[in-house]
C-alpha cells in the first residue's frame, strides 16, 4: 500500500504590523495620503515591512479617514485592518493588529508616519531574537521602533489601554535593545512642515 506523503512541517509565522490609525491631528489632514516621494506616506512604512521576506502575513491598522486612506494607498500584499475604537489610543489599534495577525509566534512593529525605518533595520530585529521576549530598536539611546513581540508578550496586548501602546510591555530584563541609529532614521512626519523638511 503506498503512503500518502508526509505533510512538510510548517515554518512559524512571524507577522507585521504598520500601525496607522491616527487622524492627523497635528498634521491638519490625512497624513498618511501625504506625497513623500511620490507616493503616499503611509505607502513607504508598508512597502519596508513587506519587502522582508521572513514577515508574513502583514497587517496595516488604519482607523481615523480609513475609507480615503484604502482609496490612495496601495495595500498590495499586506491586510488591511479597520480599528473603530482607534480614537481610545495606539492600544486599541495595536489590539486590533495583534487580533488580525492570529497564533503567530512573534510580531514586529512599526508605524505608518515613520517612512525611513528600512527593511534592513525591520530584518534586523528578527536577526536579534534569542532569549529576549522583545526587541527593541534604539536610536543614540532612545527608544524607538521597530519593536518585535515573542508570543508570550502578545497574549498581553489585550490588557492595554491608552496610547502608550506596547511600552508597558517594553520595560525589564526580558527586553533586548539594539542600537540603529546610524543605520536609518526614525523620522516621524507629524507637520506639513516636517513633511516639506524630508522631500529628496
Known amino acids: 500500500m503506498t503512503r500518502p506523503p508526509m505533510a512538510a512541517e510548517t515554518e512559524p509565522e512571524i507577522g507585521g504590523i504598520v500601525l496607522a490609525a491616527g487622524e492627523g491631528k497635528r498634521f491638519g489632514g490625512v497624513k498618511q495620503v501625504a506625497r513623500l516621494d511620490g507616493r503616499p506616506l503611509l505607502e513607504h512604512a508598508v512597502r519596508a515591512m513587506l519587502s522582508v521576506p521572513s514577515i508574513s502575513p502583514v497587517v496595516v491598522v488604519l482607523g481615523a479617514h480609513a475609507g480615503e486612506i484604502q482609496a490612495a494607498v496601495d495595500f498590495s500584499g499586506a491586510d488591511v485592518v479597520v480599528c473603530d475604537q482607534w480614537a481610545a489610543g495606539q492600544s486599541a489599534s495595536l489590539q486590533a493588529g495583534v487580533a488580525a495577525l492570529g497564533e503567530v509566534e512573534a510580531a514586529v512593529i512599526t508605524l505608518g508616519d515613520q517612512p ?64 540603529v541609529g546610524r543605520l ?11 513633511l516639506q523638511e524630508v522631500q529628496s
Do not use: K, N, Q
Open 116 to 179: 525611513f525605518i528600512s527593511a534592513e533595520v525591520i530584518a534586523g530585529v528578527l536577526d536579534h531574537r534569542g532569549r529576549h521576549l522583545a526587541v527593541r530598536a534604539t536610536y543614540d539611546g532612545a527608544p524607538g521602533h521597530p519593536v518585535l513581540l515573542e508570543r508570550r508578550l502578545l497574549d498581553h496586548v489585550s490588557e492595554l489601554d491608552g496610547d502608550a501602546g506596547a511600552r508597558t510591555l517594553l520595560e525589564g530584563d526580558h527586553v533586548y535593545t539594539w542600537e
Open 184 to 194: 536609518c532614521d526614525p523620522t516621524d512626519i507629524d507637520t506639513p512642515e516636517r
